[in-house]
């Protein structure tokens, strides 16, 4: 079966510092990799995607993640945290037909 | 335009009652997706339909739970009777099988509470 696994429950940066969110996967078959992000008491947002193409794959607020099938990996990366940016971020893979696996989350928690 | 809608966005209820939540897709989208938030099992998939008909219902908890797409722009989650171990956050996703595929949209999510 498909799944994640997200190594960090927490990482704590401080403001303006690089900060990479790591993420790996397990799969027989092609597969299809998200970020999302949840601030406290919302909902999740699409960070990016990886459906096919290029590996490197750019999405909204300055993340982006690099697909490496040698390394099972999916790691999210920002060169430059802004305090909004504290908030929770889930690595997920699809399996079977359209059935989205979630890892445990990381924490982000950017601080001053 | 307007994201996947669902309501109420908090329900605070006692044991043994019914609990609806509902929820409204993206219009277009043709997917839909129930999950539910706890910290113990963090992000579980509930149910799914496509094209209005359940899929894959193997994540829901227990015959108190049942789930219901009578159109292609609303679903309900209905929770009969309540336990307070049914807390949580449900949301909702949608998608669309053409377009962007596989990629699901979250509601802002139904934090219930079960006293």
Redesign the interface.
Known sequence: AQSVTQLDSQVPVFEEAPVELRCNYSSSVSV?L?W?VQYP??????LL?Y?SGSTLVKGINGFEAEFNKSQTSFHLRKPSVHISDTAEY?CAV?T???????G??TRLLVSP | DAGVIQSPRHEVTEMGQEVTLRCKPISGHNSLFWYRQTMMRGLELLIYFNNNVPIDDSGMPEDRFSAKMPNASFSTLKIQPSEPRDSAVYFCASSSSIGELRTQYFGPGTRLLVL
């Open positions: 299809y998200f999302y008491n919302q909902g999740l947002q699409l995607k459906l889930f699809i079977g037909f359209q059935k989205l696996v979630f445990t989350g």
